[in-house]
């Protein structure tokens, strides 16, 4: 087990940099991430995403202790401390009609997450992940309807980029009431910054005045999460178990910074220093209305064989607001299907028995609507589980998740830009009993 526990440590310590490196850098390249607050980031574990998302009414998956941010209710269900610490990537394809695809692909933390069981029916988590990335860049060329000489071509670019991100930090509890109720509650501290640059450049007209708009958001705030889970008992083993969680429609509060500035390129095309700042501004503390999200689910399981649930989620994205200004969002609405299988816990001979193989579909009709089209998401995942080796002995319990989500959103219709992807994902899980008092005879 030594080697396992340093191999943890080991790896944790890797997500801890990469998560202080990422917070600098832009984690994705979607130009649907210029909407709202960025990217939400879905907040799953592997082992949750492997199955679709579903996530409002598990707890325990595959045997082992699993943490559920989504629904604060299954820490109750939490008895052996458990670490859960990952990393993911995605491979982006962004078509265009009339345009070549481009491709790209990111490197980020998912999360870093812990439970400590507190009572028999109680645990405490606490852990840190994304809640929102940005980052994109693009161009549009348009006409210059007002021509300033002869020698200007009417060609105008419009360029858009933005990058950075919100960070998620929770501390939750949760707790059984009798045999079939689990409640729980979070309360996370959102933070980070949103820049956005929209450039407007004459390219083909030598000397000309080019200029920048540039605001800058930095965000900070707390936001809370509640849930709870009922479970309808047909055997020892088998259990329904139905889900409620929510994220509460609570305020954040945010400074921008907003520049206006002129420039010029040389004749090389590279960008000179501003030749002034027409708008230099930073705005007194304002506030960010967010939505709130409600997560509905159901799961039937066999322990220790197979699970399998859905998940539907609304969001009331048409409130949110950054100071004062509603940001043109439409209500969202997303269905989970999905289950896992593991053949044989018990087998000592064969490997693959022992692993849990998952498979799940996404149906996501997203908060974004542009050119009177509403932006929709289709996705079908799959994982594993693989379970380490360990002393029969001891009472820790290693499992490495990992997923996949190959996906597309978006469509070719009116101009628009579709994203076809594939997310990976890898967790390491522990499972061990600490701060347990032994007795002696």
């Given at each position: 087990m030594i080697k396992y526990?340093?191999?943890?440590?080991?790896?944790?310590?890797?997500v801890i940099v990469l998560q202080a490196r990422s917070q600098s850098t832009a984690t994705t390249s979607s130009p649907y991430s210029s909407f709202g607050l960025g990217d939400i980031s879905n907040q799953l574990l592997p082992q949750n995403i492997g199955m679709g998302g579903i996530a409002t009414a598990t707890n325990t998956i595959g045997g082992y202790n699993s943490i559920n941010v989504i629904n604060p209710a299954s820490y109750g269900k939490i008895t052996f401390t458990t670490i859960d610490a990952g990393l993911s990537s995605n491979v982006l394809t962004l078509s265009k009609n009339g345009m070549p695809n481009e491709r790209d692909a990111n490197f980020k933390l998912s999360h870093i997450a812990f439970a400590f069981p507190v009572t028999k029916h109680s645990a405490l988590s606490f852990g840190l992940m994304p809640y929102s990335e940005l980052g994109y860049s693009y161009k549009t060329v348009r006409s210059n309807p007002t021509p300033v000489s002869a020698v200007d071509t009417n060609v105008v670019n419009d360029i858009y980029s933005g990058e950075g991100g919100l960070s998620k930090a929770y501390l939750g509890y949760g707790f059984g009431i009798g045999k079939h109720l689990l409640i729980g509650a979070n309360v996370s501290y959102i933070f980070g910054n949103l820049k956005q640059?929209?450039?407007?450049?004459?390219?083909?007209?030598?000397?000309?005045?080019?200029?920048?708009?540039?605001?800058?958001?930095?965000?900070?705030?707390?936001?809370?999460?509640y849930g709870v889970q009922y479970s309808i008992d047909f055997s020892d083993k088998k259990h329904l178990t139905l889900g409620y969680s929510a994220s509460a429609n609570s305020k954040l509060n945010v400074k921008s910074t907003y520049i206006v500035s002129q420039y010029t390129r040389d004749a090389s095309g590279n960008e000179n220093v501003p030749a002034d700042s027409l708008v230099n501004t930073q705005s007194p503390s304002g506030k960010i209305q967010?939505?709130?999200?409600?997560?509905?689910?159901?799961?039937?399981?066999?322990?220790?064989?197979?699970?399998?649930g859905a998940d539907y989620t609304m969001g009331k994205w048409s409130d949110l607001s950054i100071a004062g200004v509603n940001q043109g969002l439409q209500d969202s609405k997303m269905f989970n299907i999905g289950g896992q299988i593991t053949p044989n816990v018990n087998a000592l001979s064969n490997f693959w028995a022992l692993m849990d193989y998952r498979l799940g579909a996404i149906y996501e009709q997203t908060y974004i609507n542009t050119g009177n089209v509403n932006i929709k998401r289709y996705a079908a995942t799959f994982g594993l589980g693989i379970p380490l080796p360990h002393d029969r002995a001891s009472s820790a319990f290693y499992k490495i998740n990992f997923s996949a989500e190959v996906g597309q959103r978006g469509t070719l219709t009116n101009g628009l830009i579709k994203e076809n992807y594939v997310n990976f994902h890898l967790g390491f899980t522990l499972n061990d009993r600490w701060f347990q008092r032994y007795k002696f005879e």
């Amino acid at each position: 087990m030594i080697k396992y526990t340093r191999l943890f440590i080991t790896f944790l310590l890797a997500v801890i940099v990469l998560q202080a490196r990422s917070q600098s850098t832009a984690t994705t390249s979607s130009p649907y991430s210029s909407f709202g607050l960025g990217d939400i980031s879905n907040q799953l574990l592997p082992q949750n995403i492997g199955m679709g998302g579903i996530a409002t009414a598990t707890n325990t998956i595959g045997g082992y202790n699993s943490i559920n941010v989504i629904n604060p209710a299954s820490y109750g269900k939490i008895t052996f401390t458990t670490i859960d610490a990952g990393l993911s990537s995605n491979v982006l394809t962004l078509s265009k009609n009339g345009m070549p695809n481009e491709r790209d692909a990111n490197f980020k933390l998912s999360h870093i997450a812990f439970a400590f069981p507190v009572t028999k029916h109680s645990a405490l988590s606490f852990g840190l992940m994304p809640y929102s990335e940005l980052g994109y860049s693009y161009k549009t060329v348009r006409s210059n309807p007002t021509p300033v000489s002869a020698v200007d071509t009417n060609v105008v670019n419009d360029i858009y980029s933005g990058e950075g991100g919100l960070s998620k930090a929770y501390l939750g509890y949760g707790f059984g009431i009798g045999k079939h109720l689990l409640i729980g509650a979070n309360v996370s501290y959102i933070f980070g910054n949103l820049k956005q640059d929209q450039s407007t450049e004459i390219p083909l007209l030598y000397g000309t005045l080019d200029s920048r708009i540039e605001q800058d958001n930095h965000i900070r705030g707390l936001n809370y999460d509640y849930g709870v889970q009922y479970s309808i008992d047909f055997s020892d083993k088998k259990h329904l178990t139905l889900g409620y969680s929510a994220s509460a429609n609570s305020k954040l509060n945010v400074k921008s910074t907003y520049i206006v500035s002129q420039y010029t390129r040389d004749a090389s095309g590279n960008e000179n220093v501003p030749a002034d700042s027409l708008v230099n501004t930073q705005s007194p503390s304002g506030k960010i209305q967010l939505p709130q999200i409600n997560h509905f689910g159901i799961v039937f399981q066999r322990d220790d064989k197979f699970m399998i649930g859905a998940d539907y989620t609304m969001g009331k994205w048409s409130d949110l607001s950054i100071a004062g200004v509603n940001q043109g969002l439409q209500d969202s609405k997303m269905f989970n299907i999905g289950g896992q299988i593991t053949p044989n816990v018990n087998a000592l001979s064969n490997f693959w028995a022992l692993m849990d193989y998952r498979l799940g579909a996404i149906y996501e009709q997203t908060y974004i609507n542009t050119g009177n089209v509403n932006i929709k998401r289709y996705a079908a995942t799959f994982g594993l589980g693989i379970p380490l080796p360990h002393d029969r002995a001891s009472s820790a319990f290693y499992k490495i998740n990992f997923s996949a989500e190959v996906g597309q959103r978006g469509t070719l219709t009116n101009g628009l830009i579709k994203e076809n992807y594939v997310n990976f994902h890898l967790g390491f899980t522990l499972n061990d009993r600490w701060f347990q008092r032994y007795k002696f005879e």
